[in-house]
């Protein structure tokens, strides 16, 4: 176990670059499975998710490379499609069943897991694989899945847009027969990079109207070279960071087309942003303003903003609200930063009756932030990625020294995390937890 020790209270300047983004790597390299070829994959983040997806797709018979940036991974031959154990539970596995049902027609994967934000039903993929033709029983460690006859085309629907549902529905219709219809399908930018990696691969995949997806199967795919695009989450962490500890940063390779939602977030709240073609600069000209802002499906505001973005607001000059739509169980992190100083109180209702999304459950859909707040440092846990990601801007913000425990948390999404921050002016220090 590790632990940051951080001293705040500094403004942070200076330019940082976007690793690739771990939502999109992760699935490419489970994508590369469906090829007994050669892949390469530029601007990889070594990090805790792509080491734990490459121990999956070693323990399937992958030959896996990585140096510095950049993945080599090859799948000749499916030596074993029931993987039944994994160092530590991730939610990637279940995007394997495709690919090896492709390959070999079985698979078992283990029971997913990843961050601890409520419930993620699973009931999306199974359908929209049991569609094509799977058979599936989930028992309790794992999903096993087998399709005699071959996966075959078929028209799905969503009742909810579903990254990982998306996802395992094409990564199994690239290769199955026939023509292959979703509706109400995700367009995330990281899906979407998926698709272009699949494309360049030999897939036949089309974007039509209304978040629908055409898809022809073909019988293979060979190998490809991609690069793995920025990683918008970062570049919002970052973003967060700088307007919050009133410093000036250029976050290098930030795209402006992934971040549309956000940008405009950052102006209402009185921040600035400047849009080059080495990146995007983001400084705060004066103080913040308060804000209400609701969490959705893309364009829309990402719900994995919604927690740097608190942290920001606990220094804006007023009372700002957010509406939780994605997941039921994502406020945990307040509690941290009011263990600062912040003033956050959750409900499950909102006190103006704003539409609920998650009805019955006891669950907290939103936040109201009093602020300007002063944060002082203090002892932290991390929770998930996310919210460790907040730990560490407000422990920034924060006068004094803060002590954060349980960062590998923090490691599966953000590569060297403390030494790029170094970089920035940021006192962070490594040490081990007793």
């Given at each position: 176990?590790?632990?940051?020790?951080?001293?705040?209270?500094?403004?942070?300047?200076?330019e940082i670059?976007?690793?690739?983004?771990?939502n999109?790597?992760?699935k490419?390299?489970v994508?590369?499975?469906l090829?007994?070829?050669?892949?390469i994959?530029?601007?990889?983040?070594d990090i805790?998710?792509?080491?734990i997806?490459?121990?999956?797709?070693?323990n399937?018979?992958?030959?896996v490379n990585?140096?510095?940036?950049k993945?080599?991974i090859k799948?000749e031959?499916?030596k074993?499609?029931?993987?039944?154990?994994?160092?530590?539970?991730?939610?990637?596995p279940?995007?394997a069943l495709?690919?090896l049902l492709?390959?070999?027609?079985?698979?078992e994967v283990?029971i997913?897991g990843?961050?601890?934000?409520g419930?993620?039903?699973v009931?999306l993929?199974?359908?929209?694989?049991?569609t094509?033709?799977a058979?599936?029983?989930?028992?309790?460690?794992s999903?096993?899945?087998?399709?005699k006859?071959?996966?075959?085309?078929?028209e799905?629907k969503?009742?909810?847009?579903?990254v990982?549902?998306?996802?395992?529905?094409?990564?199994?219709?690239?290769?199955?027969k026939g023509?292959?219809?979703?509706k109400n399908?995700?367009?995330e930018?990281?899906?979407m990079?998926?698709?272009?990696?699949?494309q360049k691969?030999?897939a036949?995949?089309e974007?039509?109207?209304n978040?629908d997806?055409y898809?022809?199967?073909v019988?293979?795919?060979h190998?490809?070279?991609?690069?793995?695009?920025?990683d918008r989450?970062?570049a919002?962490?970052f973003a967060?960071l700088t307007?919050?500890?009133g410093?000036?940063?250029l976050?290098?390779?930030?795209i402006?087309d992934?971040?549309i939602?956000?940008?405009?977030?950052v102006?209402r709240?009185?921040?600035?942003y400047?849009v080059?073609?080495?990146?995007?600069?983001f400084?705060r000209?004066?103080?913040?303003k308060p804000l209400?802002?609701?969490?959705a499906?893309?364009?829309?505001?990402?719900?994995d903003?919604?927690q740097?973005?608190a942290?920001v607001?606990?220094?804006?000059h007023?009372i700002s609200?957010?509406h939780?739509t994605?997941?039921?169980?994502?406020?945990?992190?307040?509690?941290d930063?009011?263990l600062?100083?912040a003033?956050i109180k959750?409900f499950e209702?909102?006190?103006?009756?704003?539409?609920r999304?998650?009805d019955?459950n006891g669950?907290?859909?939103?936040?109201?932030?009093d602020g300007?707040?002063v944060?002082r440092?203090n002892?932290?846990?991390v929770?998930?990625?996310?919210s460790?990601?907040v730990?560490?801007?407000?422990?920034l913000?924060?006068e004094?020294e803060?002590?954060i425990?349980?960062v590998?948390?923090?490691?599966?999404?953000y590569?060297n995390?403390?030494e790029?921050?170094?970089?920035l002016g940021?006192?962070?220090r490594?040490?081990?937890?007793?």
């Open positions: 176990m590790a632990k940051f020790l951080i001293r705040g209270g500094k403004k942070l300047e200076g670059r976007l690793s690739g983004a771990k999109a790597a992760t490419m390299m994508a590369s499975l090829t007994d070829e050669e892949c994959l530029e601007n990889f983040p805790g998710d792509t080491e997806t490459a121990e999956l797709c070693r399937v018979g992958s030959e990585i140096s510095g940036q993945l080599s799948t031959k499916i074993n499609s029931r993987v039944l154990q994994l160092s530590r539970k991730n939610r990637i279940i995007l495709g690919p492709a390959r070999v027609g079985e698979a283990p997913l990843g961050d601890k934000i419930p993620r039903p009931d993929h199974i359908k929209a694989l049991e094509l033709g058979e599936i029983k989930v028992n309790s460690e999903y096993v899945a087998t399709a006859n071959g996966l075959h085309g078929a799905i969503f009742y909810f847009p579903s990982g549902a998306t996802e395992n529905a094409i990564l199994a219709a690239v290769m199955a023509k292959t219809v979703l399908a995700a367009l930018p990281e899906l990079d998926l698709v272009k990696m699949l691969m030999g036949l995949i974007l039509g109207a978040r997806f898809i022809e199967g019988p293979k795919l190998s490809v070279s991609h690069r793995v695009l920025p989450n970062e919002v962490s967060c307007m919050a500890t410093g000036k940063i976050v290098r390779e930030a402006q992934h971040l939602t956000f940008l405009n977030v102006r709240i009185g921040g600035e400047e080059t073609s080495e990146g995007i600069t400084w000209p004066n103080s913040l209400d802002v609701e969490t499906v893309h364009p829309g505001f990402m719900t903003w919604q740097p973005l942290v607001l606990t220094q804006a007023g609200k957010i939780e994605i997941y039921e169980d994502r406020f945990g992190y307040t509690k930063l009011n600062l100083g003033k959750i209702d909102h006190p103006k009756n704003s539409p999304k998650f019955g669950s907290y859909q939103f936040a109201e932030i300007p707040a944060l440092g002892k932290m846990q929770r998930d990625l996310r460790g990601m730990n560490i801007i407000a422990a913000v924060a004094g803060s002590e425990d349980g590998e948390e923090i490691d599966r999404g590569e995390i403390d790029r921050l170094k970089e940021a006192e962070i490594r040490a081990d937890s007793f």
